[in-house]
């Protein structure tokens, strides 16, 4: 059974590698060399803010829009191809795939992070000739990075079993959206009254808190971190992946292939 | 044993946007197929041939009814394990090579690891694939799809195989392979389920048939029973240069070849065409029912289908 999720897992992540997603990363690397030449030359003792910010920025978006563009054609894809038909008629279980695809596009997600972390270093390596101690919290913006993708990557499957590549995307995209500004939606419901309220209450709490895993630019400006804040982000995007996993299997296991 | 047990299949999908309306894609299937056996199931396009594979692989879920597969529930994922299935015009992951697409088809139906290589390649060299087993898939002709799906569908040795349009794509030649490989695998006692709309296939390979059309089985049977002395007519040959007229008498239409006769008579009249042709002294060389094609057969019952429901609406 495990072993049937890690091959799917390892398919689904060879398939993005050979589709050449990974291609970003040059894309990346030039946008973030560019950038912290630039920076070096126009920026008087902030070049490090800078670069942290534009780079952390950068490995948040390019994440998110890979997650949203491969995540939306994992299933639809699959059935619109009808490669699923030779998978599902092995002894596979429907939430063996989901979750297979799942840890497939986390896992090429995870490996994008990874260089393009190494790219984010590297550049500041360039602007500040050194690394300090307080660098090292860039690694935990990155780890609430990839927690983000993981809630990303869960919503686009959830909205890829029962819906078109193009509502999906449009879905996902919109999540985010709302989701980077959750903290204020919660602050509107709180100041809203009557129905208002309810929905906006219901709204903010639905949708992902992405604002709570922004801690770019705190990091940026050499802040720490408290540590109940990577608690509770790791257990609500656990929690949150989860919940819209489930939500995927739920219907994708009644779900006729046409 | 049996090898499969429809018992009352049915599906009905709902269609339309706005007003959904139900559309009836198989009506209740009643059929089994014995251990062993090649098992044809013919129909023109659309008359539920792929909506019963779909059914019994469990890609689409039944309105009603159930089946069995090798003696268990057909819902159970490990039954999965025993049979195979080529879907029709099959597409794959084209990011792969023909032997990563079936190593991975092996990993996912548990096909242990160190006997997984020596089965790739050998149901590469079955198919004929090997010489191409290491170019992505995105480059093979749909022909060569056709075999990689075979493959995948042979692969794990299952005891039960799941053909939909298997010759589809495929050039003579590719079509004569794969009817060598239906008769080998049914020499290895595996059976054999596919569906069809060449008949001349089906009559060369099948042991019986099931004609379905509008979702309705019409027919099943061994092909010899269904094409046998349909007509009720059989053929007399004899040795001459022309008909005598007592067998012109019994409505004969003579064709003369050489030096035999060969007349197609109602098989009520064989006893008086056999008199007939002793008291001319002529030499009997053959008395043959008159055995009709199966796709006679086929055109016959869809034409009688059409007409029945044309009465009733």
């Known amino acids: ?258 | 044993m049996l090898a499969i047990e429809i018992l009352g299949l049915e599906k009905t999908y709902l269609v339309g946007f706005w007003r959904k309306r139900p559309k009836c894609a198989l009506r209740p299937l009643r059929l089994t197929v014995e251990d062993g056996e090649i098992f044809g199931f013919l129909g023109p396009n659309g008359a539920g041939k792929t909506t019963t594979l779909k059914l019994l692989m469990g890609l689409v879920f039944p309105t009603a009814g159930s089946a069995r597969i090798l003696g268990q529930e057909w819902t159970d994922p490990e039954v999965k394990a025993q049979i195979g299935f080529l879907p029709e015009q099959p597409y794959f992951y084209d990011h792969l090579t023909a032997h990563e697409l079936l190593n991975y088809y092996g990993q996912l139906s548990g096909v242990p690891a160190k006997e997984r290589s020596r089965r790739v390649e050998s149901t590469l060299q079955r198919v004929g694939l090997r010489d191409v087993q290491g170019m992505q898939l995105r480059k093979f002709s749909k022909g060569m799809l056709q075999r990689v799906g075979i493959a995948q569908a042979i692969l794990h040795e299952p005891k039960l195989v799941f053909f939909d349009e298997p010759m589809s794509g495929l050039d003579p030649m590719g079509r004569r392979e794969v009817r060598d490989l239906m008769e080998q695998l049914k020499q290895e006692g595996k059976t054999v389920f596919f569906s069809t709309h060449i008949l001349s296939d089906a009559e060369a390979l099948c042991d019986r048939v099931a004609i379905i059309h509008k979702g309705e089985l019409r027919s099943i049977g061994a092909v010899e029973d269904l094409t046998s002395s349909v007509h009720g007519k059989v053929e007399v040959i004899w040795q001459g240069t022309q008909a005598p007229a007592s067998m012109k008498a019994l409505g004969a239409e003579c064709h003369v070849t050489g030096d035999t006769v060969r007349a197609i008579i109602s098989e009520t009249q064989q006893d008086a065409a056999i008199d007939a042709l002793r008291r001319e002294r002529l030499r009997l060389i053959a008395l043959t029912p008159v055995r009709t094609s199966l796709e006679a057969y086929f055109v016959e019952k869809l034409q009688h289908a059409e007409t029945t429901a044309g009465r009733t609406t």
């Open chain 1, 1 to 258: 059974m495990r072993a049937r999720v890690v091959h799917i897992a390892s398919n689904t992540f060879r398939e993005a590698v050979r589709d050449r997603v990974l291609y970003n990363l040059i894309a990346f690397a030039l946008l973030l060399s560019g950038a912290a030449i630039l920076v070096g030359q126009i920026s008087i003792d902030i070049e490090k803010l800078v670069v942290i910010n534009l780079g952390l920025t950068a490995v948040s978006l390019f994440g998110v829009v890979i997650a949203i563009f491969i995540g939306i054609g994992l299933v639809s894809k699959e059935i619109e191809k009808r490669t699923l038909y030779t998978v599902l008629s092995r002894p596979v279980r429907r939430w063996e795939f989901i979750v297979g695809k799942f840890f497939g596009l986390a896992g090429t997600l995870v490996v994008n992070t990874f260089f393009m972390a190494i790219g984010v270093f590297a550049a500041l390596f360039y602007v500040s000739h050194k690394f300090v101690r307080a660098d090292a919290l860039i690694l935990v913006a990155l780890y609430f990075i990839v927690l983000e993708f993981l809630i990303i990557c869960s919503l686009a499957l959830l909205f890829s079993s029962f819906s078109s590549p193009l509502l999906s995307a449009v879905f996902a995209f919109c999540l985010f959206v709302i989701g980077s500004f959750a903290e204020d939606l919660r602050g509107f419901a709180g100041m809203a009254h009557g129905f208002t309220r309810w929905l906006a209450t219901g709204a903010a709490y639905l949708v992902p808190n992405f604002s709570a895993f922004n801690v770019i630019n705190s990091i940026a400006h050499e802040q720490p971190v408290a540590a109940q804040l990577i608690w509770h982000n790791t257990l609500y995007a656990l929690f949150y992946a989860t919940m819209a996993l489930s939500g995927a299997v739920l219907i994708f296991e009644n779900r006729d292939l046409k």
